[in-house]
């Protein structure tokens, strides 16, 4: 045990580094997934026939790729369309769109849970397709949202480790470059989940609040 | 004022409206009336838009009914609409609910559209509950604050789809004095109800709707108190003496 501590002094400051990736990875793809998840949502609802079957072709397309080779294609593929982006660029675009596919399909579940009668009131008072949605529908499907909103901003957070084959130093990556540099496994890699978990903690409490929200309404 | 001209609707394969001729004059207080599934809400969701209509010409004040077309937005607001459910918004207040349109549909100043909300609210009796969300209020207070809504838009006419059917007996009065009071204001109303006192006492002209056609149509007691065709005697019978 004592070893332990004296392992993490050591390698704590240097993992600290890679826990700041994570979060900007997890943030900056956490905020590109939310933006295309809801564009194309409202795309998907928007009852006009091309956008419905483009956005739901994509949703498809995005979902049946898996994370990594997503990550690969943009850092190792787009470079030969003349592309070039850097690891933490590729990393937070890769796995904002990979996750902007569930954003949607959560988002999309909100505002069809809307009973059809508000969009209806708000025509009536003559609203228009974006005034009904910014005033009446997505205000209610907020609710209906948040909850599964807060169990993906903590699979976000786990899979931000992907970032790590192509290249982003972020904490799992600088634990397994400690680790096998040093051999000292079971200390680094206790601490690299201790400090997933850590910042998971709060992320469990928020998703708990939006659902205790959701429960009392 | 408005206007229908053989107006067809059908869903799939079901003709709901097989021609609907008739016509809404200023000040006219018309009440439809007739069967469920006979078509009656259907009419009103033509007139502002709600849903299409396959053939034949409705128009508002000289101006063709098209709900895919822009135009509708400038009909919806000279004709409101309640609805059976209310359909209040429950995220906003009761007051709220009263202005969204005003605010962000008429772009009106928040001061003047606030006064004449809690004005409209006050008028329909509700003045003490601007602030409350409409889950917390009564059935017949939620409707009475969706006339409110609906007055304010300031519409040439007001549409009433079933007003009174989803309250409790006890608060269908409230609603029904609030809409008399309309009608004697001289407020352009189309009423669909089951209420045949109402429609009686307040309508001028009642139209009875069978099978997506009007069966009968006349002054409000004629049809009411000397019904000529026999489905609308039959339909009255049953209203009026259920036993």
């Known amino acids: 045990m004592q070893k332990f501590f004296h392992d993490a002094v050591e390698f704590v400051p240097i993992l600290l580094q890679g826990v700041w990736l994570t979060i900007v990875v997890t943030v900056g793809s956490l905020l590109l997934s939310t933006v295309l998840g809801l564009v194309w949502a409202l795309m998907r609802v928007s009852g006009i026939r091309i956008l419905t079957g483009l956005s739901a072709a994509l949703i498809n397309v995005i979902r049946g790729i898996p994370i990594i080779v997503l990550l690969f294609y943009i850092y190792f593929v787009m470079p030969d369309f003349g592309i070039a982006l850097s690891a933490l660029q590729a990393a937070i675009i890769g796995l904002g769109i990979a996750y902007s596919a569930y954003q949607a399909e959560n988002f999309r ?17 003559g609203m228009g397709w974006w005034l009904t949605m910014r005033r009446v529908v997505l205000p209610q499907a907020v609710r209906i949202i948040l909850p599964p909103y807060g169990n993906i901003m903590i699979m976000m957070l786990k899979d931000s480790s992907q970032a790590s084959t192509i290249t ?42 939006f659902e205790n929200k959701a429960n009392r309404k | 004022m408005i206007e229908l001209r053989d107006v067809h609707k059908s869903f799939g394969k079901v003709e709901v409206l097989k021609g609907i001729t008739a016509s809404v004059a200023k000040s006219e207080v018309v009440c439809i009336i007739g069967p469920s599934g006979s078509g009656k809400s259907t009419i009103l969701r033509c007139i502002n838009g709600l849903e299409s209509y396959d053939r034949g010409e409705i128009s508002v004040e000289g101006a ?18 309640v609805f059976q459910r209310f359909n209040l918004f429950p995220h906003r207040t009761a007051l709220e609910n009263v202005i969204e349109g005003p605010l962000y549909v008429k772009k009106e100043p928040r001061e003047q559209a606030v006064a004449r909300g809690r004005a409209l609210l006050a008028q329909v009796g509700l003045a003490d509950k601007a602030e409350v ?8 207070q939620q409707q009475r604050v969706a006339i409110a ?10 549409l009433f789809d079933e007003p009174t059917s989803a309250l409790d007996p006890e608060l269908v009065g409230d609603v029904l004095s609030v809409m008399r009071k309309l009608a004697d204001d001289g407020m352009t109303m189309v009423v669909v109800t089951h209420e045949m006192g109402f429609a009686r006492d307040v309508a001028d002209r009642v139209l009875f709707i069978d099978g997506g056609v009007i069966v009968e149509q006349g002054a409000a007691k004629s049809v009411l108190n000397q019904p000529q065709h026999p489905r609308t005697q039959d339909f009255l019978r049953r209203v009026l003496h259920p036993l």
């Open chain 2, 64 to 81: 063709r009914v098209d709900s895919n077309d822009r135009s509708i937005v400038a009909i919806r607001t000279q004709v409101s609409m």
């Open chain 1, 109 to 125: 579940a909100g505002i069809e849970a809307i009973d059809k009668g508000q969009i209806e009131a708000a025509q009536t008072i």
């Open chain 2, 133 to 140: 969300h409409p889950p917390k209020l009564s059935g017949g």
């Open chain 2, 149 to 158: 809504r609906a007055l304010a838009m300031q519409p040439k006419a007001i």
């Open chain 1, 168 to 209: 982003v130093a972020e904490l799992a990556l600088q634990g397994k470059l400690i680790a096998s540099s040093t051999f000292k496994n079971t200390s680094v890699f206790t601490l690299v989940a201790l400090m997933y978990l850590t910042m998971s903690i709060p992320l469990i409490l928020l998703v708990r609040h």
